[in-house]
Nanobody
């Protein structure tokens, strides 16, 4: 089992900034990819941005130039720096991780884990 815990959500005015954190814990062998998704009311969950263990990042067009995903491989932690926030950024933000972890056997197995989400509200 790999657990992901997000933090840093809250209420912010348009144009403001927030920084989200996500820490992975458990019997992790390696993490290949971590990312942030979001889901607004009545909409499907969508990718915001993700980062590979090698530091390669990709972003949704809606957040390019405003959001930055960064990571700390040693701490199995990623961050989402959100700048110039807009009301349409309001959503529950979820952390995702993919990699290998030990369960009951001696060899690591692939996992995909999700955090419980943290609410981000952009409103005046």
């Amino acid at each position: 089992q790999v657990q992901l815990v997000e933090s840093g959500g809250g209420l912010v005015q348009p144009g403001g900034s927030l920084r989200l954190s996500c820490a992975a814990s458990g019997r992790i062998s390696s993490i290949a990819l971590m990312g942030w998704y979001r889901q607004a009311p009545g909409k499907q969950r969508e990718l915001v941005g993700q980062i590979t263990s090698g530091g390669i990042t990709i972003y949704a067009d809606a957040v390019k130039g405003r959001f930055i995903v960064s990571g700390d491989n040693a701490e199995n932690t990623i961050y989402l720096q959100m700048n110039s926030l807009k009301p349409e950024d309001t959503a529950v933000y979820y952390c995702n991780a993919q990699g290998d972890a030990y369960s009951s056997g001696s060899y690591p197995q692939q996992f995909v884990s999700w955090g419980r989400g943290t609410q981000v509200t952009v409103s005046s």
